[in-house]
């Protein structure tokens, strides 16, 4: 028996070893693979640069689909492309959306400048993502304050080249953060934003502040005085600790909190602003305050991200003093972009009027006759990718905004526009109302709770919210529409078919996809996606 066991022991030993060494090459040889994979492409990288700086030959060519299929590995940047001379004045991110990319590109449609134009938009958007703007695009308030998903700025202002009409007036049916209003005041158009997210509201508004440089200085005053009580504040915020008695706010971020709240409806605040701003100001210290949250908690996470450890409600920065800087900092840095955006809207050949914003399911919203609109512009839910709502309750209930209740009320009408979006938040309260939570298109929520209905679900609400697109454009104007896949759903098909039945003509467009690990030479995606940018026409 014991000689028996002994044997089994050595020979599981080797097995062992055998099945190490084994697991090792694997890793090795998959190693390897990534490690040639990035080579390749930044020899990709290096080949476009040299090439780089084209623009399309637009005059008049007629192309009824292309297909280029440009991955690292196969790298067949051969492949005859439709491009010309350089142009060396336009910036970086404009000349590298002229070369090929390193994903699987096709472009579609009669009008062969239209699907050029859609691919160079979305290489924009593939390069360089939503949150912060290529080296040579103006940032203005873009990426100020965290949102899920979103289009890139530089993008959204590409697809405009894709309108062959004047566009005087846009309207974006799920604004998030409101990227598409921002580019299209700088252009000088009226911009209408809609969305069912009190968040995305409440970011978009204040990314939208069309602020005089009185309006937007009292704002850095009235900060400064605020923190003034803070820093003498004590509201047990040393950091640590729990029992926070429900409070969604971060300990460490209260006295912050707190004393803005005093200072809000304290006499010195009155006298600070003028009357017309005060409910404008007010807001945005409370988007401030929201943002400087969100971002050490950003920073914290990362950091326990690689020591490891859980998070506690006291977390979100050193408290104290520490924050008190740490908003006015950011105080500081939103004055600037708001200026930043100011500035760009009055350099505009035509000054637009200040955004309006609608906080209401986009299948409930309509405009008037005379309110028409020349274009529509938008990143429309993909399905069951994000829970939005979900997502705008917790960073709005840890934000700990009290804002009065004033111009606007959430989700209850379809017609109360605002651009200054004000409402009352309990803080620390997730309990919303459930009108807050009703609505979303898309959410993985429902895949989850539906799986089998999912898709039927979904191309309703597509022909729902296509139908608003259709009524909400005047006769010939145009729609941009991104989208990506995701549920095992073709989302260019399933848009294509919804909008045709509201009478919108499919125009041409182009497809971005990734269907392997693949690197650009910075980084390394492994995740299969694919993305579309279609556009519309409305007879
Ligand atoms: C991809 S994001 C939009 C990003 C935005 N275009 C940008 O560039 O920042 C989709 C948005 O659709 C909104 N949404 C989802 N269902 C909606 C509905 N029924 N009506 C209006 N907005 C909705 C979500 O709240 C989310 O903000």
Known sequence: MRVGSGRVVRTLRRFEKVTLRASFAMFARRCASVRASLVAAKRAARRNARGGGVRSSRAGRRASSSTRTLSASASSSSSSSSVAASDDDAPEYVRRASTPSAFEETSWGDDSDLAETCLRAMRI??????????????RATHGFGEILAGMQPAACEAIFAAFDAPVRSVMDPFMGGGTTLIVAQGLGCRAVGVDVSPLACF???????????????SLRTSARSAMADARGRDDGDDGGGDGDGGDAVPRAWRRVRNALAAHAESARFASEVDQAHRDRVVEALWFCLSVAIQRTQKSQNKRRGRRGGKRRNGDGGGGGDENVEAFLKIVDEYVDRVREFQAACESAPNVAPPAEIYNVDVRKFKLGDDEKVDAVLTSCPYPAVYDYLSFARKVRAGSGAVVKKSTSSASSSAREATSAYVDVVVPGDRNWPKTWMEGEIGSRKALRSNPYEFAAVWQRE???????????????????????????????????????????????????????????????????????????RKP
Do not use: C
């Open 203 to 217: 970011v978009s508004a204040n990314r939208n502040w069309r602020a005089s440089t009185r309006a937007a200085e």
């Open 125 to 138: 958007q593939w390069t360089h993502g939503f949150a912060s703007t290529p080296k040579g695009f103006a």
């Open 462 to 536: 597509q022909e729902d919210w296509l139908a608003v697109v259709a009524d909400s454009l005047r006769p010939g104007g145009r729609a941009a529409i991104m989208v990506g896949d995701g549920a095992n759903i073709d989302t260019r098909k399933s848009i294509v078919a919804a909008a045709t039945k509201s009478g919108l003509l499919e125009l041409g467009g182009a497809t971005m996809k990734l269907t392997a690990t693949m690197a650009d030479g910075q980084t390394v995606y492994n995740q299969a996606r694919t993305e579309h940018l279609i556009v519309f």
